[in-house]
C-alpha cells in the first residue's frame, strides 16, 4: 500500500489510495443526479439516493422516505447508466437503510461493456454529531475487447463517517470500493468533503477525491477536486458546480434544476468540460417519490 497524501483545502480531510488497473468506463463521473449539478460534490450533505452512491452515512442528516430512478448518458465512452433506489431514514432512532441497482453500459474505442452492480447501505446516527455509514455491493462488470471478455465481479464495500459540530456546517470522509475490484466503474478510492448552509435554502459544498487508477503505467492515482451550490426554494432549486477531473485530467463546469412538488421531484443536470484533450459531456435526469413514512 502507498503511503498516505495529504491534498486539497479542507482542513482535517485526507485522502489516501493505493497504487493500480480503470476499465473504460467514467467512474466517479456517476454520483446522481442532484451531486452531478454541483460538479459531483455533495460528501457532507449525501441525503437521499447521494447515501448509497456517495457516502451511505449522510442517508441519516435528513428524515425521509425516497424512490427514485434516474438516468445518465456520458458523450466520452458513449456511458448508459441506469439507476434504482430506494432510501429510507424515518425510523424512530433515525437508522437509515437504502436499496439500490445500476445498470452500466460503454462504447469505448475498440471495446464494449455491460455492468451490474447493486447493494445495500446502512447509516447509524451517534446522537446529532456523528453519522457512520456503510455500503455491501455486488458487481459484474464485463468488457469485450476484439471478442476476448474479461469479467470483473464480486462483492465490495464502502465505508463513511459524517460529522455535524453545527446545523450550518457537516465534515465527511468515505472509502470506496475497499476490496478493489480493479476497475474504474467502481474504483477503490478514498474521499472527504465539507458542507455549508448558513443562509436557509443555500448549501454550498467542496469534495476531493483520491482515486486508483489501473491501466496506466505512466501513474497510480488521480486526483478529483469539486465544488458547487444548491439553492433550495418551495417549488424549485437550482444548482451549479465545477471541478477537475483527475483521471482525465479535464476542468468542467455544470449545472441543474429540480421541481418539485409535495410527493416527488423532476431533476435534471448536466456536465460540460471545457478544457482538455478528451473532452465529454454528461446528461442526467432523474425522478423521485417521496413515500409518507408509516
Known amino acids: 500500500m502507498r503511503s498516505f497524501a495529504l491534498k486539497g483545502?479542507?482542513?482535517?480531510?485526507?485522502?489516501?489510495?493505493?497504487?493500480?488497473?480503470p476499465a473504460w468506463a467514467d467512474g466517479t463521473a456517476l454520483p446522481g443526479i442532484r451531486p452531478l449539478g454541483t460538479g459531483g460534490a455533495m460528501r457532507a450533505a449525501a441525503a437521499g439516493d447521494?447515501?448509497?452512491?456517495?457516502n451511505p452515512s449522510?442517508?441519516?442528516?435528513?428524515?425521509a422516505y425516497t424512490a427514485e430512478g434516474n438516468y445518465?448518458?456520458?458523450?466520452?465512452?458513449s456511458t448508459h447508466d441506469a439507476h434504482v433506489s430506494l432510501v429510507d431514514s424515518t425510523s424512530a432512532f433515525?437508522?437509515?437503510g437504502a436499496l439500490f441497482y445500476t445498470f452500466h453500459t460503454a462504447s469505448p474505442a475498440g471495446a464494449s461493456q455491460?455492468?451490474?452492480l447493486g447493494g445495500a447501505s446502512l447509516s447509524f446516527p451517534l446522537g446529532d454529531?456523528?453519522?457512520?455509514?456503510?455500503?455491501?455491493?455486488?458487481?459484474?462488470l464485463s468488457t469485450d475487447t476484439n471478442g476476448t471478455t474479461d469479467t470483473k465481479k464480486g462483492f465490495t464495500f464502502d465505508a463513511g463517517l459524517t460529522v455535524r459540530p453545527a446545523q450550518f456546517l457537516a465534515l465527511a470522509v468515505v472509502g470506496y470500493n475497499l476490496t478493489n475490484p480493479g476497475t474504474s466503474f467502481a474504483p477503490q478510492a478514498l474521499g472527504g468533503g465539507v458542507s455549508l448552509s448558513l443562509v436557509p435554502g443555500l448549501l454550498l459544498v467542496l469534495d476531493s477525491v483520491l482515486e486508483r487508477v489501473s491501466g496506466d503505467p505512466t501513474r497510480s492515482q488521480a486526483y478529483y477536486l469539486m465544488g458547487g451550490g444548491e439553492y433550495l426554494a418551495k417549488t424549485l432549486a437550482a444548482r451549479l458546480g465545477g471541478g477537475r477531473d483527475g483521471l482525465n485530467k479535464n476542468g468542467y463546469l455544470s449545472g441543474g434544476v429540480s421541481f418539485l412538488s409535495g410527493v416527488?421531484?423532476?431533476d435534471v443536470s448536466m456536465r460540460q468540460d471545457i478544457s482538455g484533450d478528451r473532452r465529454g459531456t454528461f446528461v442526467g435526469a432523474s425522478a423521485r417519490l417521496f413515500v409518507p413514512s408509516m
Open 9 to 21: 483545502a479542507m482542513a482535517s480531510l485526507f485522502l489516501a489510495l493505493w497504487p493500480g488497473p
Open 114 to 116: 455491460t455492468g451490474h
Open 264 to 266: 416527488g421531484a423532476l
Open 94 to 96: 433515525n437508522l437509515g
Open 50 to 54: 447521494a447515501g448509497p452512491m456517495l
Open 129 to 140: 454529531l456523528v453519522f457512520l455509514g456503510g455500503t455491501a455491493k455486488y458487481l459484474h
Open 58 to 63: 449522510g442517508i441519516s442528516l435528513v428524515r
Open 72 to 77: 445518465q448518458y456520458g458523450s466520452r465512452d
